[in-house]
Each structure stands twice: as C-alpha cells, then as structure tokens.
T-cell receptor
Framework: QKEVEQNSGPLSVPEGAIASLNCTYS??????FFWYRQYSGKSPELIMF????GDKEDGRFTAQLNKASQYVSLLIRDSQPSDSATYLC????????????FGTGTRLQVTL | DAGITQSPRHKVTETGTPVTLRCHQT?????MYWYRQDPGHGLRLIHY???????DKGEVSDGYSVSRSKTEDFLLTLESATSSQTSVYFC????????????FGPGTRLTVL
C-alpha cells in the first residue's frame, strides 16, 4: 500500500524562526511531490512542488527532495503567524492520471 | 481558485437518502477529481475523470458513483448515504501549467444523520 507519512504535530515555532516540515513516502516509483497549505475550514492550497532531487526555493519556502531516502521536506523561513496552518504532503505515482496520495498533514503554529 | 465551484457547500441528510454533489469548473480542464477528507485519514481519492464520460475509481470508491456528461461538470453521487460518508468533499482539477499539479475547490461539508 502506498503511504505518505507526516508527523501530525503541532509543530510550534516562534515568529521569525525557520519551520521544518517533513514527509516520507513508501513508493519508490513516485515522480512528483507537492506541499499544500490548508487553513482551518478551508480547502488545500498548492504552495510548492518539486520533481528532482535537491532544493527548490520560492520566496520564503524551500522544498527539499531526496529520492534515495524517500524523503521530502518543506522549510519556511522567517515564519509568520499567518503561516499557522496544516501542511499536507502529496505524492504522485507513475501513470498519466496524476493521482495523488496525501499524508495526514502537520499542524504548524507560529507563536508571537 | 482555478475557477472551481462546488454545490451545495453544506448539506445535512439522513441515512439511506441519495445525495448528489456538484463540481463545476470554467476553464475547460480535462482531468477532475473527487476527494474526501476525514480526521486521521487525510485526503483520499474517491473517483476521477479524464474526459467526458471517462471516469475511473480511486482509493475509496465503494458507495460512490460519478458522472461527467459535460467538460465543466463532475457529479458525485451517494446512492444511499451512510453515516460513514459524513465528511468534507473536495473537488480538484489538474492544472495546465504543469500536468501534475492539482487545484482544489472550496469543499462541501456533508453530514449524514
């Protein structure tokens, strides 16, 4: 069974600090990796995606992928209270239908 | 928001009644998906569609059917709702800027009593 694992949290970081969110996956055939942010009562919002090993940066967000270790992470620099949300890791396996498998999410709390 | 709307946004129904949820998109996306989200399970794929009249099952398809008679509409039907189908249902489309990305609608909160 294809699995995506995340620590449920909450992960608490002070304002201005770096938040590090982690995700592991079981299917070695996985091709693409996504991070979604979900505020309470709202729908998931895509914030990052990564396809190749290494780092990908977009503003305060950096996604890191290590396919050998089956590990993907999201770093949020200069964390703000508005970053407080649940972060969902999603993984796309092989095939053309783009079906995603989601982790259960990590709740991030940025404290003042 | 990728031009996705879902209706109704909230629904309360009774066990055994049929329920249809609608997903509507305005940007001619070929692929559409239905997910449910439950505490402790995350988002799970119910069914997806890759074109008009072309659909396939996802991870948790039992008790659900779908139809897509027009590109813009993807319907999810619970033939006989059960309490285990109480959930938040999200529709998603596959984006065009990069084939793998998915964008979600606002969701429908369904309660089956």
């Amino acid at each position: 069974q294809k699995e995506v694992e995340q620590n449920s949290g909450p992960l608490s970081v002070p304002e201005g600090a770096i938040a590090s969110l982690n995700c592991t996956y079981s299917d070695r055939g996985s091709q693409s990796f996504f991070w979604y942010r979900q505020y309470s009562g709202k729908s998931p919002e895509l914030i990052m995606f990564i396809y190749s090993n290494g780092d990908k940066e977009d503003g305060r967000f950096t996604a890191q992928l290590n396919k050998a270790s089956q590990y993907v992470s999201l770093l949020i620099r200069d964390s703000q209270p508005s970053d407080s949300a649940t972060y969902l890791c999603a993984v796309k396996g092989p095939g053309t239908a783009s079906k995603l498998t989601f982790g259960t999410g990590t709740r991030l709390q940025v404290t003042l | 928001d990728a031009g996705i709307t879902q209706s109704p946004r909230h629904k309360v129904t009774e066990t055994g009644t049929p329920v249809t949820l609608r997903c509507h998109q305005t940007e001619n996306h070929r692929y559409m998906y239905w997910y449910r989200q439950d505490p402790g399970h995350g988002l799970r794929l119910i069914h997806y569609s890759y074109g008009v009249k072309d659909t396939d099952k996802g991870e948790v398809s039992d008790g659900y059917s779908v139809s897509r008679s027009k590109t813009e509409d993807f319907l999810l039907t619970l033939e006989s709702a059960t309490s285990s189908q109480t959930s938040v249902y999200f529709c998603a489309i596959r984006g065009t800027e990069r084939a793998d990305t998915q964008y979600f609608g606002p969701g429908t909160r369904l309660t089956v009593l």
